[in-house]
């Protein structure tokens, strides 16, 4: 059974970075399509990131060009490096996963596996 734990959240001013980790267990990594998340109080969960198992990414919204998705296959770890950040960046932040072979898709998150969060909490 894959289970995905997240970590690295925290608060942090305006303009400063957070690099989070999503370690997972129960199956090989290198087999996974994963994906970052995050969801605001009251509001609905938005795609942030997602990288497929031959390394193609894809980013969503404001995350481009600010947040860097990356794996480390040999450390069963996911990773986002977010930089430049802003107040509309404090949400929970998830990860996800689901098997795949190649790029990723958002549609296919929604059946995989998920982690329960890690939240960023961001000061103006």
């Known amino acids: 059974q894959l289970q995905l734990v997240e970590s690295g959240g925290g608060s942090v001013e305006a303009g400063g970075s957070l690099t989070l980790s999503c370690t997972a267990s129960g199956s090989t990594l290198s087999r996974l399509c994963l994906g970052w998340f995050l969801q605001a109080p009251g509001l609905k969960r938005e795609n942030v990131a997602c990288i497929g198992t031959n390394g193609a990414t894809s980013y969503v919204g404001s995350a481009k060009g600010r947040f860097t998705i990356s794996r480390d296959n040999v450390k069963n770890t996911l990773y986002l490096q977010m930089n430049n950040l802003q107040y509309e960046d404090s949400a929970l932040y998830s990860c996800?996963?689901?098997?795949?072979?190649?790029?990723?898709?958002?549609?296919?998150?929604?059946?995989?596996?998920w982690g329960r969060g890690t939240q960023v909490t961001v000061s103006s």
């Open positions: 996800a996963a689901y098997q795949c072979d190649g790029g990723c898709y958002w549609w296919r998150f929604a059946a995989g596996s």
